[in-house]
């Protein structure tokens, strides 16, 4: 007969499968932990780029945000600027001020009518009557002489003949004169200054006649305008009597 086996001998497959099966869990446990840390790396490589994002989100919008900021003072800055631009003196600058306010131009009235530049030209020097000998228009108020020297025109007296004779001289006298600086006007009315100095440098002459009733445009050395006309004949003086109207020289 055989002998029966000891116990610990047929427990060796139980130690065995114990082995087995704690090797066996040891290597779950194992493949657990590379699982686990598989995973967090996975885990880490997915966040890491999530966190970029939104650090780079959030630089943006603090970016728009100063640049807001920034838009928003200057556009006040602007405003504060034009407004303190068209912003009114104050009372206390305005009672500084303490110039008279300019002086307004009289306005016209019948008595006294404001003149335009042309009528101020027309406005004669001097007007009067003088016997018409040698008369100086230059001098203020027109003189009589006692010779054609220095005169701007005289009256030549026929004493041959009867008054058909006379002439009236311009500048110079005698057999020479330096322009032609009378002229016989033709018109109803007595000229004016411009009617005067044109018709002295259209139809000016060195010397005319001279008859009671007439009128004559003159030019003196100074340029001074004159209408000169002819009154009655004195016979004690020997002289035309004469009415003279003085103007400036014309510019």
Request: hydrophobic share 30%.
């Amino acid at each position: 007969m055989s002998r029966p086996q000891p116990e610990e001998r047929g427990k060796h497959p139980t130690s065995s499968a114990r082995s087995q099966g704690r090797a066996t869990g040891h290597g779950q446990v194992n493949q657990a932990g590379r699982d686990q840390q598989i995973d967090q790396r996975t885990e880490h490589h997915h966040h890491y780029p999530v966190n970029q994002i939104m650090i780079l989100i959030g630089v943006v919008l603090i970016t728009a945000l100063v640049v807001l900021v920034v838009e928003f003072a200057g556009a006040s800055t602007a405003g504060d600027t034009e407004g303190r631009r068209s912003a009114p003196p104050s009372n206390s600058a305005r009672s500084h001020d303490t110039s008279p306010p300019a002086a307004a131009a009289p306005p016209a009235s019948a008595s006294n009518p404001m003149k335009s530049p042309s009528s101020q030209a027309d406005t004669p020097l001097w007007s009067g009557g003088m016997r018409l000998t040698y008369i100086n228009l230059d001098s203020d108020p027109p003189s009589v002489l006692s010779s054609n020297t220095g005169a701007s025109f005289w009256i030549h007296y026929d004493q041959t003949s009867d008054a058909g004779g006379d002439e009236i001289y311009g500048l110079g006298g005698g057999w020479f004169t330096t322009k032609p600086t009378v002229a016989l006007w033709d018109g109803t009315t007595k000229p004016t200054l411009h009617q005067c100095s044109e018709l002295i440098t259209t139809q000016g002459s060195e010397t005319l006649p001279i008859t009671t009733g007439k009128r004559y445009c003159v030019k003196s050395r100074k340029g001074r305008i004159a209408a000169v006309t002819t009154g009655a004949f004195d016979e004690d003086s020997g002289n035309y009597a004469g009415d003279i109207t003085v103007w400036g020289a014309v510019r």
